[in-house]
């Protein structure tokens, strides 16, 4: 079982790249990226979301892209020749018509507007792209164990609670006999004095008062209950990501326990109903989180 929540970095080099690949997730209905890197790798925004998509199921998850070029080859110089001998044509006037002194220098000249030409140099973008995967899919290796790893805390935390909630159905469960004969003789006497003296056959007085007596037991939402415990434990065992069947199951322990309360007005049966109910919020709070 995995959570939802996770973070993953990776770096991948080679020939004097560097790509820096570092992304964090939380909690979502559905599978939701952003990625986020420099405008120069825009067209490798697809092939991360892939990596992504082929590893999770869930989640939100902001990935950040960092590109460092360590061989700074990305660039070359040239000399605009035609624009140099212009300038030096023009030092040659200056120099001849105004009697200056000559001390215009080789780095002067560098320094001069439009002599120096700078080009950017095409980068691989195939080569990049394998290397930007490279460093996805390390990221998404740290992510999984980082989800896995606290996966396994959720387990075991909600196995807590469905203990706490098997101990209280169970409690409820030896009670419950007693409310119904409770309100079974409570209902016949109400009949009883309803009737004020007025005959009634005794057969037909019981089958009614059973008959509504049992619109008040509660065996089988115990026994749903308890089927539920069951089912969420194969679910937290499960390999497969169960945040939504999981999430679906949680609000049938609640449709449960609701009803439950609502048959019983037993004191004790009702403080159980609201351990049960505490129990299964604690639940659906952290299944939410769970892949």
Known sequence: MNSMTGYGKSVAESDGRKITV????VNH??????????????FAED??????IDNFKRGHFDVYVTYENTKNDGVELSVNEEVAKEYLKIKDVLCDKYGVQDDFTVTALMRTADVIETKTVEEDED??????????SGASEQMKKMR???GEKLRNDILKKVSVIESTVGEIRSIAPETVVAYREKLKERITEALNGVQIDEARLLNEVAFYSDKVSIDEEI?????????LRKMLDAD???GKNMDFLVQEFNREANTIGSKCNDIRITERVLVLKNEIEKIREQVQNVE
């Open 223 to 231: 026994t749903r209950l308890n089927s539920h415990c069951g089912h």
């Open 127 to 136: 080569a990049l792209k394998s290397l930007i995967v490279s460093g996805a």
């Open 29 to 42: 209905r559905f599978l939701d990226v952003t990625v986020k890197l420099p405008k120069v790798l825009s």
């Open 22 to 25: 570092e992304m964090k997730s």
């Open 47 to 52: 092939a991360v979301r892939r990596v992504l």
């Open 148 to 150: 896995a790893f606290e």
């Open 240 to 242: 497969l990501p169960m």
